[in-house]
């Protein structure tokens, strides 16, 4: 290669400044030169220090998703009650909130205590990261497991020990605008998929950019609510395999695809979607799939003159009712947490009656305990029968910790099928390889495991 | 103090650095690449299993890594020559006798450069947006149809093209500057008495001098643009429907997202052994053509 | 073609090509002077209708902004500082001083050039994990304390020192170290503040290691900071642009002021001998 000559050398330049006044600055650049060594050193020394500081009386919490606002305005109270606990908030967003949390756990600088979507309790779990809570509850005046609906108190049972206490309950229903429908001749919202493939059909004005429905390409909730609704599980042989190639899955898959190729459904991202609270005032909108906080947000953005035009409606099933996600989030301590003490006094804080009833006012999301539906707001609000009925027709999810992986891949491939580059079948067995793929390292887990136990005896 | 001992004493620290924090690394990511390395085996390490070859063998079967691959290499091909065109425009226009206030231009062209890759990836995600982007305004105005820049598979790439391009274009544009500047007068002169056009004499006195220049910017800059990450990250999170996902992205997505960090591995080490043949080939077929 | 035609033909594309380059920072500012909302406007506005501070007053009292500010500055500055002292230290003994194995050694250095720093980051995460490092600001400082760029370019540059002065000292009896801080330092002023100025623009816009090793938000630097903000606040437009500003604008000062050094050695860089 060859070398670009400079302007001028470097050797000339320094012999003319030499000569005049090196003695003085060669003195001067010592000094300065050791001083900056110092400063910096001290400077990274004492960041390392300062930052890895956590006093024994601080308690880090980290909420997910629009909680997090609510919770600050219920944390005076509890620092009120318990003088000695400082707890300091960070508030994650949903979409980058299971990355985070993995990235603490690997990173060894997970907080003391978290929320956390009970899909994703499995996981944790299954890595040894949270901390067993069944002599806690066991010596607790506040938490009576037997006040909880049962299926949510079992979404956080993992191999049989209690991991976290239920902190909200969620599923997914449908928001439409009442107003819509009964403009378009419908007195009532959709009690199956054949007539709110009807109505969809008539609400979407494509060529006017009214839609019957969003569903985002890049999320997972509403897919998966349709597939959960169908008699077959999402995974087989103790979730060992994909089972996506079923018939019911394909039934929710062609549903899901067809809303789009009928126009019902724009394909859009949820970020290219903007503003849904505004879509769905304007009327962009009918539908809305989504969940109970959303009740809070709807409240709070849509102005006074149109809260009477919205409504929730439990989800339609193939064929009469159908079941929703048994979602929702708990409150888990993890095992390498510092203060586990004042944690869990949040926790029982957050799991009275009278606090969740006030939470429900404050974000619209649903207590996981039967006492504090009893509480003023929750009893008398309309727009939450549906999720009342709701409550009793919900479906976990499958209980792995790769689950999160695979919806992901789920929707990704979904979203193929939706712009028309893969047909239903092809979609159902590249979600089945892929699952497959992923599954991989459980079912050597699961054999390795079975395999050590039968040697044991 | 001897002088071998001033140089053993100089290098330690910068050499205990780049040892510990860099070199040792790099070999324990070929380790990894050798183990399936997941969440499980972070929880406890006697979920580890040794798998030799299988995550490259595994990797070369997976459809994504293939188009992640393609991905990156539509990338290469068409934002590097792009690139080298502008940067080679932009210093010939800065080198002309008939510019004015060089200095000026000089520095405008070049600021792209010193931005943050985040910062400015944000305000271009708005300029490309379908509806309210300046970048389909413009279009609109000279009548052509507005196009779904970060919406549309096909033209999320080269969006992203575009950008980089944008970003990049000022530092080729420096270094062939100053080649510029280094071949002689003497031969335009010469070449311009004997009647030689603008244009004769840029082919045959600018390009041939310039080709060792040009040969190192050109690898240098493929092996830049392989490393593509941010932009897909901020602008277009790998989408729509994964179509600007590149190498790294999937490696940051498998390894930090998911934390199967041994395929992960396996991922940066396939794209280094891609990187190192490909410049190799470039100064092999480059090297013969300067005749260096 | 006549020269008249020939120079308003250049100059009119160098001024167009520079719209091109300043035009999106421009508008960056523009924008975040807007009212929240304003930016959606159809047809898209060039200019605030009224500007306003409002969204940097959002960014540094609800999203955080100065904590972020703070962290990449001392996160910068120290990168800055340690790596000087390493890269000086070890560029001069490359360039002037004969030891065992020093060609190749250097050949080695420049081969970690070709090596993609990403190929390091996943186990450099598992190595700095039992350290305590990961989550600090140490996790991105010690790493960068040294880099083979930096040392290609100070022994470059160090390359061009006349031996008469070293041998004359060296007659003179100063020792090594000697030499090194008293004659040679003063000599590395230039290249010193080249690198200075490289080093500081390249960990202030570091983004992807810092983006791995840097899990709490108070840690974030600018570009982590933003980027979380870009996911959280997609459709805040103004509020977006005023992040960007806030991070660009450092760093554009910087370089506007020393663009002469950087520039410099950034064709230093390019020479390979």
Not at chain 1, 225 to 249: C, I, K, M, T, V
Not at chain 2, 143 to 161: E, K, T
Request: include cysteine.
């Amino acid at each position: 290669m060859k070398e670009l000559a400079l302007p001028s050398s470097p050797g000339s330049r320094v012999l003319a400044s030499q000569s005049r006044w090196a003695p003085a600055f060669a003195g001067a650049t010592r000094v300065s030169a050791a001083l900056c060594c110092v400063i910096s050193l001290a400077m990274a020394i004492c960041l390392t220090a300062c930052s890895s500081q956590t006093d024994s009386h601080t308690l880090t919490f980290w909420t997910i998703g629009r909680e997090g606002e609510a919770i600050t305005q219920l944390l005076p109270a509890f620092e009120r009650e318990n003088p000695g606990i400082h707890v300091v908030l960070q508030q994650l967003p949903l979409s980058a909130a299971h990355q985070k949390l993995l990235t603490a756990f690997a990173g060894d600088s997970t907080p003391d205590m978290t929320q956390l979507g009970n899909t994703w309790l499995p996981e944790l779990a299954a890595l040894g990261a949270l901390e067993p809570l069944q002599t806690r509850v066991a010596h607790s005046s506040v938490v009576h497991p037997d006040d909880y609906f049962s299926s949510i108190w079992s979404t956080n049972v993992y191999d049989g020990v209690l991991y976290g206490i239920p902190w909200y309950v969620d599923t997914r229903l449908l928001f439409y605008r009442s107003d819509l429908l009964k403009a378009a001749g419908f007195d009532a919202p959709p009690r199956d998929w054949t007539q709110w493939r009807r109505m969809l059909a008539a609400l979407s004005h494509p060529e006017r950019g009214v839609y019957g429905i969003l569903l985002p390409t890049n999320e997972y909730e509403q897919l998966m609510s349709l597939a959960l609704q169908q008699p077959d599980p999402l995974l087989r042989d103790g979730g060992r395999y994909g089972n996506f190639e079923s018939a019911g899955f394909k039934r929710a898959l062609t549903f899901y695809v067809d809303t789009f190729r009928l126009h019902q459904a724009p394909p859009i991202t949820n970020i290219e979607a903007g503003n849904p609270w505004e879509e769905f005032g304007r009327g962009v909108y009918s539908f809305y799939f989504s969940g109970p906080w959303n009740i809070g947000e709807f409240r709070k953005r849509l102005p006074a003159a149109e809260q009477a035009d919205w409504n929730t409606a439990p989800l339609p099933g193939p064929e009469g009712p159908g079941a929703s996600v048994a979602g929702g989030s708990s409150l888990v301590i993890f095992r390498k947490a510092k203060n586990k003490q004042a944690a869990w006094k949040l926790i029982e804080y957050l799991s009275r009656p009278d606090v969740q009833g006030r939470f429900y006012d404050l974000l619209g999301d649903m207590p996981p305990r039967r006492r504090s539906w009893n509480q003023g707001g929750l009893r008398n609000d309309p727009k939450i029968q549906a999720f009342r009925e709701q409550l009793e027709r919900l479906k976990p999810t499958p209980p792995v910790p790769e689950w999160e992986q695979i919806a992901n891949e789920m929707q990704l491939v979904a979203a193929q099928a939706v712009a028309g580059d893969l047909t239903i079948d092809q979609a159902a067995a590249d979600i089945d390889r892929r699952a497959d793929r992923i599954l991989e390292k459980r079912r050597w887990m699961l054999d390795h495991a079975r395999h050590a136990a039968s040697e044991a005896l | 103090m001897n002088r071998q001992h001033a140089a053993w004493l100089l290098l330690a620290p910068a050499a205990i650095v780049l040892g510990v924090f860099f070199l040792l690394p790099v070999a324990g990511a070929f380790a990894l690449s050798l183990t399936d390395y997941d969440l499980y085996a972070l929880a406890d390490i006697h979920n580890l299993r040794f798998v030799a070859l299988n995550n490259y063998w595994a990797l070369l079967h997976r459809p994504l890594f293939w188009s992640a691959l393609g991905h990156t290499v539509y990338f290469v091909a068409v934002g590097v020559p792009l690139s080298m065109l502008v940067s080679l425009c932009a210093a010939l226009l800065l080198h002309s006798p008939l510019a004015r206030c060089k200095p000026l231009f000089r520095t405008a062209l070049f600021a792209p450069v010193v931005t943050t890759v985040v910062a400015v990836a944000v305000v271009w995600r708005y300029l490309f947006n379908t509806k309210y982007g300046l970048v389909n305004e413009v279009l609109g105005s000279a009548g052509i149809h507005p196009v779904d820049w970060l919406g549309d598979p096909h033209w999320a790439m080269p969006a992203i093209i575009l950008f980089a391009v944008w970003k990049n274009f000022g530092y080729n544009m420096i270094i062939l500057l100053a080649g510029l500047q280094a071949i002689p007068a003497e031969l335009h002169e010469a070449a311009r008495i004997d009647g030689a056009s603008t244009w004769r004499q840029f082919r045959h006195i600018t390009l041939p001098m310039l080709a060792p220049t040009l040969l190192m910017v050109g690898i240098l800059t493929v092996c830049g643009y392989f490393q593509l990450f941010a932009e897909p990250y901020v602008i277009t999170e790998g989408g729509p429907l994964q179509s600007t996902v590149s190498v790294l992205y999937l490696m940051y997505d498998e390894g930090f997202k998911w934390w199967n960090l041994g395929a992960a591995s396996a991922i940066a080490f396939l794209l280094f052994a891609i990187m190192f043949a490909v410049s190799e080939l470039m100064l092999r077929v480059g090297g013969k053509e300067a005749g260096t | 073609m006549t020269p008249r035609l020939a120079k308003a033909l250049i100059n009119g594309l160098l001024i167009g090509g520079a719209l091109v380059a300043l035009f999106p920072m421009l508008w960056m500012v523009s924008v975040s002077l807007m009212q929240p909302g304003e930016a959606s406007n159809l047809p898209p506005p060039l200019l605030p209708a009224q500007a306003t501070l409002h969204n940097y007053r959002e960014l540094f009292l609800r999203a955080g902004m100065g904590r972020y500010w703070l962290n990449s500055l001392l996160v910068s500055t120290a990168i800055t500082v340690l790596s000087l002292a390493f890269n000086l230290m070890a560029g001069y003994a490359f360039a002037k001083l004969r030891f065992a194995g020093r060609d190749a050694l250097f050949k080695g250095v420049v081969g970690m050039l070709a090596i993609p720093a990403q190929v390091a980051m996943l186990p450099l995460f598992l190595l700095l994990k039992p350290i305590g490092l990961v989550n600090h600001y140490g996790g991105v400082i010690v790493p960068a304390m040294a880099s083979a760029f930096g040392i290609f370019l100070v022994r470059q540059y160090a390359r061009g020192i006349p031996d008469e002065l070293l041998e004359a000292a060296r007659i003179d009896g100063a020792g090594e170290l000697r030499i090194f801080v008293r004659v040679v330092l003063p000599l590395l002023k230039p290249i010193m503040v080249t690198l200075s100025i490289y080093t500081f623009l390249t960990a202030w816009n570091d983004f992807m290691w810092p983006l791995i090793v840097l899990t709490g938000q108070e840690h974030y630097t600018l570009p982590l900071g933003l980027a979380s903000l870009a996911r959280e606040h997609a459709t805040d437009t103004e509020l977006m642009m005023a992040g960007s500003v806030v991070t660009v604008v450092p760093v554009l000062l910087l370089f506007l002021a020393l663009q002469r050094y950087y520039l410099e050695g950034l064709l230093l860089g390019s020479v390979k001998g």
